[in-house]
């Protein structure tokens, strides 16, 4: 009777009721795809094998390759998602990825959220800038600026998409550059907006339905990435996408995945940037278009330009004459030929006085040795100096 009575009890330890617990709490990553750089090709099997019942080719880009549209649920709020139209933004395509899965283990959540909404998610709308890890796609057209040219291939696959049906929603999935922080302290881990409809920013009812639903994005996160959330510029950007989806009266709101403390490879910012996809998906679906709590996206502090990657402070150089200055230095992402991750190139951005900018690294260098080739650190260059004791 013992026996039985502890097996019980064991039993309903183990078995979790997933509908009363945060989704932050039972988060996942897909095992599938550990590295920042998602291959389209390793992207496209995956998908085959696991969603084929849920996706469609919608089109191809300049070199061909498939972009494929997942479709789940069977709710009455219809929501359009996109994920790297710029190639080297990744953080969309695994949100999603996360999302799949940890919903697949939760299926009392899975089931509350898409009974509610049916969710169109595009992968990688630009897969040749993805494969090179490049923002432009294979003819160098950045599809973010193309809405009015159509010059690209993969815009129109995009613009046709949301022609096809009424979306209430939709969602514009982006990642932003490491200099951003809340307020001059803390990154922006994650970012968002409610885009303008003109140049005059104009409060509208559909920028205050986008903004209700960050809201609760906001209130949800705020206690996890304390100080990490940031609001992007609301400037009117007349050939952007989401700019004019919103202006012809489709809610669109914008995300944006940046900069985790020690974490180049952003897989702190991939979780943060999944619990919120889940979180907003969640608000459209209870908000069902009401603007209730939009005020509050007003208190979520605006992006700030303040950091480079790492400030060498007090460099002594090489000179005939006394010259100490400091050097900012900021990495780019470069996918080289036989490796699965991307690699982090530092480049030299800024020399002389660079006391207005912080860096995430600070180096003093105060009684040390500028070694290199040059009296002077080439802009925009490798770094090709170092610094001894």
Aim: aromatic share 12%; hydrophobic share 35%; glycine share 4%.
């Amino acid at each position: 009777m013992l026996i039985l009575f502890s097996l019980k009890k064991w039993l309903n330890l183990t078995l979790v009721n997933y509908s009363t617990m945060n989704f932050e709490k039972i988060y996942l990553q897909n095992p599938d795809f550990p590295n920042r750089y998602i291959s389209p090709e390793k992207l496209f099997s995956y998908l085959q094998s696991n969603h084929s019942d849920y996706i469609q080719e919608i089109g191809t880009s300049y070199l061909e390759k498939p972009i494929y549209k997942l479709s789940i649920g069977t709710g009455t709020i219809n929501v359009l998602a996109w994920s790297q139209m710029h190639g080297n933004e990744s953080n969309a395509t695994h949100a999603m990825l996360d999302l799949l899965v940890t919903l697949d283990k939760a299926p009392e959540l899975k089931e509350e959220l898409f009974n509610k909404i049916k969710l169109d998610f595009i992968f990688m709308l630009n897969p040749d800038g993805s494969e090179k890890w490049t923002r432009l796609n294979a003819v160098e057209i950045d599809l973010n600026r193309d809405f009015h040219n159509e010059s690209s291939k993969e815009i129109k696959f995009l613009k046709k998409a949301v022609a096809s049906t009424k979306y209430d929603y939709a969602l514009n999935l982006h990642e932003q550059r490491t200099i951003f922080t809340t307020d001059g302290v803390h990154p922006a881990t994650l970012s968002f907006l409610a885009p303008s409809e003109n140049y005059e920013r104009t409060l509208t009812e559909n920028r205050k339905k986008c903004m209700a639903v960050i809201a609760e994005v906001y209130n949800h996160l705020k206690e996890l990435i304390p100080n990490q959330i940031g609001r992007y510029s609301d400037e009117f950007y007349p050939t952007s996408t989401g700019d004019n989806f919103i202006k012809a009266g489709m809610p669109t709101i914008l995300f944006e995945g940046g900069h985790f403390i020690d974490d180049y490879t952003r897989k702190g910012t991939r979780k943060y940037y999944t619990i919120a996809l889940y979180y907003a998906l969640k608000a459209i679906s209870e908000l069902n278009s009401d603007t209730a709590g939009w005020e509050t996206y007003l208190e979520i502090p605006e992006n700030q330009e303040t950091h480079y990657d790492i400030v060498y402070r007090n460099v002594k150089l090489n000179t005939d004459h006394e010259c100490i200055l400091d050097v900012a230095v900021q990495y780019r992402e470069i996918k080289e030929e036989g490796k699965d991750e991307i690699s982090f190139v530092p480049f030299v951005m800024e020399v002389g006085d660079v006391r207005r900018r912080k860096g995430w690294l600070e180096i003093d260098c105060t009684g040390k040795k500028f070694i290199s080739a040059t009296k002077y650190p080439k802009l925009d260059a490798v770094v090709d100096f170092k610094i001894e004791d």
